[in-house]
């Protein structure tokens, strides 16, 4: 039975992820702000599953349904009134990372924080100045999440959803520079086909929901 209040869980979505995932996990073990660690098993080939549940955090495997679909997998497998999401395959965050992402939407400053990975200290200041910014390091309330809907949720185009929903609404979204934080890339992951064609795959789903969130009234 638990006994302390759950205030902030942390969602993985994974697929394929068994060489990164434990290193996410490590730190997210670390961060007393995390009250509840969730990851979704996205329909992996590999041993993700296995090296999550290693470290004693909830694992729900599910079949491949995409990055989306896992995401409200986790939301909905806990009550915690906010939720922070990491991509499985970053490196370089820590409890200071978390911190500036979660303070100002519980104290509730910005209704979103969306974290900036270290591109450099130019394009960390431009990127929200000229575009919507996708990552997958962000904190938000549980119930703005639920209430984001649409076939471009269930995949990469949940990103951008997210932004448009709040643009629309007039939600204040804070973005949040995340220094030393990178990606194992898609080619490292799995080779330079078969990342190269993950990639495409990924920027079709993104592109595909920028052209519907150009369409909303």
Wanted: proline content about 4%; glycine content about 8%; overall charge positive.
């Amino acid at each position: 039975m638990r006994n302390k209040k759950i205030t902030l869980a942390a969602v993985v979505p994974a697929y394929n992820e068994a060489e990164n995932i434990g290193t996410v996990l490590a730190i997210l073990k670390k961060c007393p702000r995390i009250d509840e660690i969730i990851v979704v098993d996205d329909g992996s080939a590999d041993k993700t599953s296995q090296v999550a549940a290693k470290y004693g955090v909830t694992v729900i495997k599910q079949k491949n349904q995409g990055k989306g679909v896992a995401m409200k997998t986790g939301v909905k497998a806990t009550d915690a009134p906010y939720i922070f999401f990491a991509d499985a395959d970053i490196l370089g965050f820590n409890n200071e990372h978390l911190e500036a992402l979660a303070r100002p939407v519980i104290e509730k400053n910005a209704m979103m924080t969306v974290g900036l990975r270290d591109r450099g200290s130019f394009l960390v200041w431009l990127l929200p100045k000229i575009a919507p910014v996708l990552g997958g390091e962000r904190v938000m309330p549980r119930e703005l999440f639920l209430s984001l809907s649409g076939p471009a949720t269930r995949d990469f185009g949940i990103e951008t959803v997210m932004n448009a929903y709040c643009a629309k609404k007039h939600l204040a979204v804070e973005y949040v520079s995340l220094k030393g934080v990178t990606q194992v890339i898609k080619e490292k992951k799995y080779g330079w086909w078969r990342g190269f064609r993950a990639r495409v795959r990924m920027v079709g789903q993104i592109l595909r929901a920028e052209w519907g969130v150009m369409r909303m009234k």
